[in-house]
């Protein structure tokens, strides 16, 4: 179910930007979801639903973008009982001072960066995943 050693993790992960470009959404509660429309992701908030929608779904629900960014996968099989893999890869951009928004889902984790930084934040994981540090 998913490797769970950090060091293992780390240099195990093979950064991958994602096709695309995606941006964060949201539909307040009482308010329906746009029909049509492929979120990569969804998740349910107390003030409505947060969709992760790709340029062109962002067009078609009238929606307001936030955070428009690139999408790495970090290509590794992370159990969901890891601990630290997330805050070693958060620190390592932080050091960088860029904002990043991390997605864990069942089989591996996925960075939601910047567009104008992804290639710094492919760099900093190469690097990551190379020393681990």
């Known amino acids: 179910m998913g490797e769970k050693?950090?060091?293992t993790l780390l240099k195990s992960m093979q950064p991958?930007?994602?096709d695309g470009t995606w941006s964060f959404v949201t539909v307040p509660n009482g308010k329906v979801v746009p029909p049509g429309l492929s979120p990569l992701m969804t998740y349910r908030e107390p003030e409505g639903v947060t969709l992760l929608l790709d340029d062109g779904d962002v067009a078609k629900?009238?929606?307001v973008a936030a955070f428009h960014s690139k999408g790495?996968?970090?290509n590794v099989n992370s159990s969901l009982y890891a601990i630290g893999?997330?805050?070693a890869i958060s620190d390592a951009l932080a050091k960088q001072a860029m904002s990043i928004n991390i997605v864990s889902a069942f089989h591996r984790d996925y960075l939601?960066?910047?567009v104008a930084r992804v290639d710094e934040a492919l760099s900093v994981l190469k690097r990551l995943a190379q020393t681990g540090r």
């Open 16 to 18: 991958q930007v994602l």
């Open 61 to 63: 629900s009238g929606l």
């Open 85 to 87: 893999f997330l805050a």
């Open 5 to 7: 050693n950090i060091a």
């Open 112 to 114: 939601f960066v910047p």
């Open 72 to 74: 790495i996968s970090l």
